[in-house]
């Protein structure tokens, strides 16, 4: 259910009954869960899991290799001698190709690592709920350092798809770009919403926040169907007893 008003605030919410133990139940068990959500979010996840971004980062890394001729040089001993008298190459053109290799070395990590994104996910939105939780509810916010981090690394990774406005993206090729492509999403939160509006479900049990963006600022609940329904239910119930 998209209750938050916001996606980082709806990734939150994937914590369903957070504050009843009894009942609490994890929305985001495994990869394909978390792939159905994200879909669901507006999220376009690449379908191939990665695979053409590792074949794209391989061949840019490989394919200057193929301009060395296979017949010229073919001895041992004489590729060992040209390597030995070739000059030492710029240090911008060892640091580009380190560059590439450190590039394809994490694409293929996103890619072949068991267990898709969903722990990573996981981690940021524990992250991102302990510095909002606190904002709802008029505390001040637990330990930010590492929902920082997430969103630094995030943007690190970011592209620029807009100048004017500034615009950024992170290209989905598998369930492990979630994570940074949330991460970013939790900067707009904090960056640009009014987070005054940012309310806790009155709920006892819920724990789900949203932006209240009603006109005089009086919703209570994550969803008036459902946890205002049980409320009144409740409050009925009790008059009806008295």
Do not use: K
């Amino acid at each position: 259910m998209f209750v938050g008003g916001h996606v980082a605030l709806d990734l939150v919410n994937t914590v369903a009954w957070r504050l009843d133990p009894a009942r609490r139940e994890e929305r985001l068990p495994d990869d394909d869960a978390l792939r159905r959500w994200a879909e669901a979010a507006g999220f376009t996840v690449a379908p191939d899991g990665g695979v053409a971004e590792v074949r794209e980062a391989a061949h840019q890394v490989l394919e200057p290799l193929s301009t060395v001729p296979d017949g010229d040089v073919a001895e041992e001993g004489e590729l060992r001698e040209a390597a030995h008298q070739a000059p030492e190459p710029p240090s911008t053109v060892r640091d580009g190709c380190v560059a590439e290799v450190r590039e394809l070395r994490e694409a293929a990590h996103r890619v072949l690592e068991p267990g898709g994104g969903v722990a990573e996910v996981r981690e940021l939105r524990e992250a991102a709920h302990r510095v909002l939780e606190p904002l709802a509810t008029g505390a001040e916010p637990g330990d930010v350092e590492p929902l920082r981090r997430l969103i630094v690394g995030a943007l690190a990774r970011a592209e620029v798809v807009s100048v004017v406005p500034l615009e950024w993206r992170i290209p989905l090729h598998g369930t492990r770009d979630l994570r940074d492509a949330l991460a970013l999403e939790t900067w707009r939160l904090l960056q640009f919403e009014d987070l005054t509006r940012l309310r806790r479900c009155a709920d006892d049990g819920c724990g789900w926040l949203f932006l209240d963006r009603s006109r005089n600022g009086s919703r209570r609940w994550c969803s008036s169907a459902d946890c205002g329904n049980r409320e009144r239910a409740r409050r009925h119930y009790h008059r009806a007893r008295r």
